[in-house]
């Protein structure tokens, strides 16, 4: 693998993550805005149901940001020793656990704040 392949794989899949990023916010606001405007006037039944596509979305979402993450390094790895290149990337695993983290924090306020709105209805 030349230079130039290398630069271009680990482009693509920076864009493919950033594309991800951006979906997962878009995704996370629509829902925070949804609960905010019509989570008190949803049925129990809706409440879970919507709950569940989201959680499975934001599972997913966590799931292919960390296997890009992954993508990287193992091609970053095999470069490195195709090269003869001493590569070490530390900061891959800490980008790993921290996406993990903020996206499931993310997905547990979104879940929090929609159990709290439907419960002030039935108040």
């Known amino acids: 693998m030349t230079y130039f392949e290398y630069q271009e794989l680990t482009t693509g899949i920076v864009s493919v993550m950033i594309s991800l990023q951006a979906i997962f916010i878009t995704v996370f606001s629509a ?3 949804m609960v905010y405007f019509v989570g ?5 039944l809706e409440v879970i149901a919507i709950s569940l596509v989201y ?8 799931f292919s940001m960390v296997n890009q993450l992954l993508r990287i390094l193992a ?9 003869n290149i001493d ?3 530390p900061q891959v695993t800490v980008a790993l656990w921290g996406i993990a983290m903020i996206y ?3 997905w547990a306020i979104g879940i929090i704040y929609m159990v709290k709105i439907h419960r002030s209805k039935l108040e």
Do not use: H, Q
């Open 55 to 62: 959680s499975v979305f934001s599972g997913l979402m966590i």
């Open 104 to 106: 499931g924090l993310s």
């Open 40 to 44: 008190r006037k949803l049925s129990k």
């Open 87 to 89: 590569f070490t990337l």
């Open 31 to 33: 829902f925070v805005v």
């Open 75 to 83: 091609i970053s790895n095999n470069y490195s020793e195709s090269a």
